[in-house]
């Protein structure tokens, strides 16, 4: 009789907090890198400053390249000559798996 009543489900009987249980819900569906990549274009002019972003036209991640699409000649050139700088900013704050190349277009 105890049989009947029992849960065989792989779910955790605690209460997890929401940053865990949103963790393990991207995990579940493979969404954890599409999801970071999408905040990582969001937080774009954080990492940069204004100046930068109010002169970045695109900015998309493809093949775990960042392509960034400057509008200024001056801050392009700079920004390219800088591009390792860059890089450790975002692998700073994302981690070294989500982007590893920068092309300034």
Request: net charge positive; aromatic share 10%; proline share 4%.
């Amino acid at each position: 009789m105890q049989d009947k009543y029992r849960d065989f489900s792989k779910r955790k009987k605690e209460a997890t907090p929401l940053k865990e249980a949103f963790e393990d819900l991207l995990k579940a569906y493979r969404l954890k890198d599409t999801y970071e990549e999408k905040h990582l274009i969001q937080s774009w002019p954080e990492l940069m400053g204004n100046t930068v972003a109010s002169r970045t036209s695109s900015l998309y991640i493809k093949d775990k390249k960042l392509f960034v699409k400057i509008s200024s000649g001056p801050i392009k050139k700079e920004l390219s000559m800088n591009r390792t700088k860059v890089l450790g900013i975002i692998h700073e704050k994302f981690g070294p798996k989500i982007i590893e190349e920068i092309i300034f277009l």
